[in-house]
């Protein structure tokens, strides 16, 4: 019993002995550096549809089908049974059994559809294409009415310039929703009035610094908010250089794959 004691005594020396010869552990992941990014926001500023798409063939054929229904399936309109009325009081017109005087004071459904069509032909419809469509004016959102236009600046990043959605670096003490708004107005100017959906993100893009600029942070993490056009336009006097784009031909301006694709994951 006592030389087993004494076995254990001196296993417990020898283990406190290998525990005091190491350093102390550190907790996992303390001594690796940890990455330092720098938070930016980004504002997708959309020009939403003024005007209906045309209809394709498919669709105009489905639509004279719905008509043709309707048209089968409908009553009579409160006009068309007074056409009936005054198709009769003009017989008994021709017969003697109406005053002629009573008669010519009423106004007909016909008097009425004859005057509805006449200013129905005096009205000229507004063109779908504008003036700016056909001198393809990317600076004006009265263009392709009937799309929905997407607004991009031109920006410096590093030592080149690039069109981007508008982003710039959050501010300290700042929420993304509130420096999402001061880059618009940084960007663009006062001129937009903008309505922002909610205070949350719509999309995210990430990317590094140029190795040689990494002392102070890794890189940029884009949050995007999504903000629709009430009115107005970018200041010309704030940014010269930028483009109301369809959403096909975003990439002809946004050079960067990667970018491009993280913007389109959250266009409509």
């Not at 417990?12 to 102390?24: A, C, D, E, G, K």
């Not at 330092?36 to 939403?48: P, S």
């Not at 009769?88 to 109406?98: D, Y």
Request: glycine share 4%.
């Amino acid at each position: 019993m006592l030389r087993r004691a004494t076995v254990i005594l001196t296993n417990q020396v020898r283990l406190n002995t290998i525990s005091l010869s190491r350093p102390f552990a550190s907790a996992p992941g303390a001594a690796a550096k940890q990455e330092k990014w720098d938070l930016y926001a980004g504002v997708l500023v959309e020009r939403l549809p003024v005007v209906s798409k045309e209809f394709n063939a498919l669709e105009k054929e489905f639509q004279e089908y719905l008509w043709r229904v309707e048209f089968e399936k409908s009553l009579k309109s409160d006009s068309e049974l007074q056409h009936e009325r005054d198709l009769k009081q003009a017989e008994l017109l021709k017969k003697g059994q109406v005053d002629l005087d009573e008669a010519a004071s009423k106004q007909t459904a016909q008097d009425l559809k004859d005057a509805y069509t006449e200013e129905l032909n005096k009205f000229e419809k507004a063109s779908r294409t504008t003036a700016d469509d056909k001198a393809n004016n990317i600076l004006s959102t009265n263009r392709c009415l009937d799309d929905t236009l997407y607004l991009l600046v031109e920006q410096t990043v590093g030592s080149k310039k690039h069109f981007l959605l508008p982003q710039g670096p959050r501010l300290d003490g700042e929420t993304m929703r509130q420096a999402a708004e001061r880059i618009v107005r940084e960007k663009c100017g006062d001129q937009l009035d903008l309505l922002f959906y909610g205070n949350a993100p719509c999309g995210f893009y990430k990317y590094k610094y140029p190795a040689s600029v990494r002392d102070q942070s890794v890189g940029a993490k884009v949050f995007f908010f999504r903000a629709s056009l009430k009115n107005g336009n970018v200041d010309k006097n704030v940014s010269k250089n930028f483009a109301w784009m369809q959403k096909d031909a975003l990439s002809t301006k946004l050079n960067n794959e990667r970018y491009v694709e993280s913007v389109q994951k959250f266009l409509f």
